[in-house]
């Protein structure tokens, strides 16, 4: 009976090990990291560090070496948003948004009868913004590279050549989009090919346009051979970009939004992205709860950051535009008492409603199909970069001459304000097209200090949903003590304002929390849709080790030494 007694308390004993949650451990490195959503990005930015570059020509390098590895959000043909800390603590932001052509007009998405046009925005070269990519890097690296811009593109160029290997996820993914090429394009370009894991795709073109940027650096882009190449293909396929809106594009440095949260202090992206705005909001809407307390995606952690969050998106899509057309009341929008008055309403007995929040009738919608990368480099440099073509492959139109894919970034304009985007992101008179404007965007690059000390490096794609993502990667370290990776690895949620309902990662959430939160009045919702968020972030660790967080959501890789 003993002999059984003892064996059955054995059998207790592993099953409650089995069920015990693993705390997982992301790559540590001593001086330097990168994470970004390929392998053979990572690795020819660390490569760059190594040479003795910093994180600035290593953003160059990172940056071109995504458009050829990973063409489902890394481009030439896009745009992006930087923040940066360097190590002396300077910090600042660099906007490369794509810009509205010159031919452009408020009503260009709309028919006879003032209705949206399906697909006009989304498909093809109507769709396309004027490309902000080259002229990104090429600011950063005038202002703070030190390697030539010859020696940072060679490894690119080689990787071009030399092909990169097709993984599961998007082996799946071109076969998700090749009716749409089809639909976008005249002729079958490169993707449209059966392509299967572990085959290797080659770019020939893309690393001739390479070459040529690499020689002839910015202008070749934006007055070059290839601007000549690039304008004439967007023409021959409906498009209005010209020579002229190429030749006008200017990155542009801008002050980024800071605020604290408890001991932090956190550096984000200033409109027209609304990332950094709308994550202070948030923050400092939930600063005078206590959630360490709480506990980790509780009920009513759940409640007090999805009533924060329902209150800065329905800011968000009324507020927010292009800072150069529309005025923004940024300071008020993310003070303490601005966001405290916010959520006097809010209580822990029952819901809000998004249709008593005002401001009413407007809901967004944006591009999950971003990319995100963040670098330490070995002199205690930050980058933060978050770019995107909008959509997944962008407009889907691409140009084989030149070998990449062009945005559909007029997307994330209003068509028509009241009317949602493709990501359900509804818009406001501020974000209206003009010509040259910048459409808004929820990128959201954060740098986070610590006591005066660079602490984490976060961000990531996901169209709406990057903001919640960022807001609960860096609260996952910060108020649950988790680790980077594990931060990065804890299942997500997500509220916008409209559509009025929680987003949940399914399968991943305590049934009676969502329980609770139903009995509230939440419209909870685990179907399978997109993810929320691919986070790439870097800790820095109290022995000042990094400590990578790489997602498994995607095929996100830390490298570093």
């Not at 408020?106 to 990519?133: C, F, H, Q, R």
């Not at 080689?158 to 996820?169: D, I, Q, R, S, Y």
């Not at 150069?324 to 409603?353: C, G, H």
């Not at 870097?538 to 490298?559: S, W």
Request: net charge neutral.
């Amino acid at each position: 009976m003993r002999k059984i007694l003892f064996l059955l308390s054995i059998s207790i004993l592993l099953i409650n090990c089995k069920t015990a949650p693993k705390k997982e451990i992301g790559l540590i490195t001593k001086k330097a990291m990168i994470v970004s959503a390929r392998e053979s990005a990572s690795k020819i930015g660390v490569q760059i560090l190594e040479k003795g570059g910093n994180a600035f020509d290593a953003m160059v390098a990172t940056e071109l070496a995504l458009a050829v590895a990973y063409p489902f959000a890394g481009n030439l043909g896009g745009g992006g948003f930087m923040v940066y800390r360097k190590n002396d603590g300077e910090i600042g932001a660099l906007d490369y948004r794509e810009k509205a052509p010159l031919a452009a007009t408020k009503n260009m998405y709309l028919d006879e009868n003032g209705n949206v046009i399906p697909n006009k925005s989304i498909l093809g070269g109507m769709a396309v913004g004027v490309p902000g990519t080259i002229a990104g890097v090429f600011a950063t690296h005038k202002k703070f590279g030190t390697l030539s811009i010859a020696e940072i593109l060679q490894p690119v160029i080689e990787l071009a050549k030399k092909g990169v290997h097709v993984t599961k996820k998007q082996e799946k993914s071109i076969k998700n989009y090749q009716p749409l090429f089809l639909k976008a394009n005249k002729d079958a370009i490169l993707f449209s090919k059966n392509w299967k894991e572990n085959d290797t795709i080659k770019y020939p073109s893309l690393a001739e346009t390479l070459i040529r940027i690499q020689k002839n650096g910015r202008d070749e882009f934006y007055t070059g051979e290839t601007a000549k190449i690039l304008v004439k293909f967007i023409q021959n396929n409906g498009g209005i970009i010209t020579l002229e809106d190429l030749a006008k594009y200017e990155a542009k440095w801008r002050a980024p939004v800071t605020f604290s949260y408890d001991d932090l202090r956190i550096i984000s992206m200033s409109p027209p992205s609304s990332g950094g705005v709308c994550l202070a909001q948030i923050m400092k809407a939930i600063e005078p709860f206590d959630l360490g307390k709480y506990g980790h995606n509780s009920a009513k952690s759940i409640q007090v950051i999805t009533e924060a969050e329902r209150r800065a998106y329905a800011d968000r899509s009324f507020f927010l535009g292009d800072p150069d057309f529309v005025k923004i009341p940024q300071e008020e929008l993310i003070s303490e008492a601005y966001n405290t008055k916010r959520m006097s309403d809010f209580s822990f007995k029952k819901s809000t409603k998004s249709s008593d929040v005002s401001h009413g009738n407007i809901e967004i919608i944006e591009s999950d199909e971003t990319t995100h990368y963040s670098i330490i480099d070995q002199f205690g440099n930050a980058v933060s970069v978050t770019t995107t073509l909008n959509g997944a492959y962008g407009s889907k139109l691409y140009c084989s001459d030149l070998g990449f894919f062009l945005n559909n970034e007029m997307d994330d304009f209003s068509s028509k304000p009241g009317e949602p985007n493709m990501f359900g992101l509804i818009g406001a008179k501020a974000n209206e097209i003009n010509p040259e404007k910048r459409m808004l965007s929820s990128m959201t690059p954060t740098i986070v200090e610590k006591n005066n000390k660079l602490f984490m490096v976060v961000g990531t794609p996901g169209g709406s949903t990057i903001i919640t993502s960022v807001l609960q990667t860096i609260l996952n370290v910060h108020e649950y003590k988790m680790g980077m990776q594990e931060a990065v690895n804890a299942a997500r949620f997500h509220h916008q304002w409209l559509p009025d309902v929680v987003k949940m990662e399914p399968n991943s959430f305590d049934k009676n929390v969502i329980s609770k939160l139903n009995n509230l009045g939440y419209n909870v919702d685990q179907t399978t849709s997109r993810i929320i968020g691919k986070v790439s972030a870097i800790l820095v660790l109290p022995n000042q080790t990094l400590e990578g967080g790489a997602d498994k959501r995607g095929d996100d890789t830390a490298v570093g030494f």
